[in-house]
């Protein structure tokens, strides 16, 4: 391995680490959130509600429960993780070894991303025991899965370092990303909305990423998928622009 | 000879518009023990954070052992080695893991961190501890396992900011004798610190730094010609102003 691999690999194994050693709270917490979702949701409402749009209700509610336990993930775990090592000033010791502004970020990236992977695998595993939950097209689900995880992985990281205090996080979270990810159609279709909500839903980002995931998982087609998929790459190529630059100036990290 | 440090007129202003370093230029020789000795605020963690990258001068140039300590860093950071004044141990880490993720941030292989680690958890009678969590460390333990830390890749260069500052008289005599040792086989310190006798015991050279200024540098005896005084306390005294300590006692 080269010095610069090196570097990378131990910046990735601080982040995994630190979510394995608390994995009650980091793992063990967002299962368990994710499989009420399921049983409320899915099972128990979804007993109700019988097919959505031609689909099982519980079918219909996996896709965007795995998607936003993914990115509820990445971006808690990259946004606490920046900010507590600021807090402590441990972050130091990455911030004046050689390491490279872009082999900091893709450490600090990937934290989340794989924190976001596993809770969703294990999701998606613990639902297809349970119904089956199909994967209509591969080709399409797991790059937008992937792209969804970096795209809210760099969002945390984006929010972590510019956090002064840990309610800076929860505002972020409560107030912004959960409500885009619930209005943005994990646990219903927009075309069940009466207006002006159906065209307002048009405008969260969130609701084409759901749009791209569950084309993937089921084949339900709610988006155009190929503009969806270009402009979730390019909203993740821009953060990653964003926090680049962040990490380049030292801006909100070196003084 | 390339000096292990070279500061040649950094200036750093922060966005408050405060300037911590007026035109400062310091030159540290090759395997030196330098003490930079300042009243609070003077402007010695802000030299220091711009030599480490932590902060980023506003103009000037900063070199280690000649290589570019600002714009093309890599080599420079990799020959420096810095225990700051405040503990800055990553809590979710144990002794080891805080030792080895060090050594892998400065590009460490494998086998050389764990033949390092071995070595400095012996040298700092850290081994019993190697695998509790930092933050049950006692306050000596924690500055032991900083200085460990910034001893981990071998620099060159290691700059302790106030190492011993909070310590026992026991631990602080064992960790000037650990530094002098490491000075000893040629590595280059530069030290920080309040306690005067510990700058006269162990550096062979001293600046004093004041609101952002270097206003003398020079052994101890220099220092006190200098200020026609006869000790280094003295010195320091004429330095911060013996009326403003008298007015606030």
């Known amino acids: 391995m080269t010095a610069r691999q090196i570097r990378v690999a131990s910046l990735i194994r601080r982040e995994v680490l630190r979510f394995w050693k608390i994995k009650r709270q980091t793992i063990g917490g967002p299962l368990l959130e994710t499989f009420l979702y399921i049983s409320v949701f899915g099972a128990a409402l979804g007993s109700r509600i019988h ?9 219909f509610v996996i896709p965007g429960l795995i998607m936003m336990s993914w990115a509820i ?14 807090f402590s000033r441990s972050v130091d010791d990455q911030l004046s070894s050689p390491a490279s502004p872009t082999e900091l970020l893709i450490g600090f990236t990937l934290g989340g991303f794989l924190r976001g992977l596993l809770v969703s695998s294990i999701a998606y595993a613990a639902s297809y025991a349970l119904v089956q939950e199909p994967v209509a097209n591969a080709l399409i689900l797991f790059p937008s899965l992937i792209i969804v995880g970096l795209f809210f992985a760099q969002a945390g990281v984006a929010i972590g370092v510019r956090a002064q205090q840990f309610d800076d996080v929860a505002l972020y979270q409560t ?12 646990f219903y279709s927009a075309t069940l909305l009466p207006q002006p909500f159906r ?12 749009g791209l995931v569950r084309y993937g998982f089921i084949g339900y087609h709610a988006t155009n998928i190929p503009i969806s998929f270009g402009l979730l790459v390019l909203a ?20 | 000879m390339t000096p292990a440090l070279k500061v040649t007129d950094v200036v750093k202003r922060y966005s408050t518009g405060v300037e911590a370093l007026k035109q400062i230029s310091l030159e540290i020789p090759d395997g030196a023990f330098f003490g930079l000795l300042g009243p609070n605020g003077a402007g010695k963690s802000t030299l220091i954070h711009c030599t480490t990258g932590l902060a980023t001068p506003t103009s000037g140039q900063i070199e280690i052992f000649g290589n570019d300590a600002v714009n093309h860093y890599q080599q420079a950071r990799a020959d420096v080695g810095l225990a700051p004044q405040e503990i800055n141990i990553d809590f979710f880490l144990t002794v080891e893991e805080s030792l080895d993720f060090h050594g892998g941030y400065f590009g460490m292989p494998k086998k050389d961190r764990r033949d390092r680690i071995k070595e400095l958890l012996e040298a700092f009678s850290l081994t019993d501890k190697r695998d509790e969590r930092t933050r049950t460390l006692s306050g000596g333990m924690k500055r032991r396992l900083m200085l ?4 981990m890749h ?4 290691v700059i302790l900011d106030e190492p011993t500052a909070g310590v026992d008289i026991e631990l602080r005599l064992e960790l000037w004798q650990y530094i002098q040792r490491v000075n000893s086989e ?37 220092l006190t010609s200098h200020y026609g005084v006869g000790t280094l306390e003295d010195a320091y005294l004429e330095l911060v102003g013996r009326q403003e300590l008298t007015r606030s006692v």
């Not at chain 1, 097919?51 to 079918?59: M, T, V």
């Not at chain 1, 993930?73 to 600021?86: C, D, G, P, R, V």
């Not at chain 1, 107030?175 to 994990?186: A, H, K, R, S």
Request: glycine share 6%; aromatic share 14%.
């Open chain 1, 199 to 210: 065209t307002l839903t048009h405008f969260n980002p969130v609701y084409y990423m759901i």
């Open chain 2, 186 to 222: 040629g590595t280059t310190i530069l030290l920080t610190t309040h306690y005067l006798e510990e700058a006269e015991q162990l550096c062979d050279r001293i600046a004093f730094i004041n609101h952002g200024e270097i206003v003398a540098e020079g052994t101890t005896e220099e």
């Open chain 1, 73 to 86: 993930n990445a971006f808690a775990n990259n946004s606490s993780s920046i900010l507590q090592q600021k």
């Open chain 1, 175 to 186: 107030f912004l990303l959960t409500p885009l990810i619930f209005l943005g159609g994990v």
């Open chain 1, 236 to 255: 993740t190529a821009a953060l990653f622009a964003w926090n680049w630059r962040v990490f380049t100036t030292g801006k909100y990290l070196r003084s």
């Open chain 1, 51 to 59: 097919n959505l749009d031609g689909y099982r209700y519980i079918i």
């Open chain 2, 154 to 157: 071998r620099p060159r260069m």
């Open chain 2, 148 to 151: 460990a830390r910034a001893l």
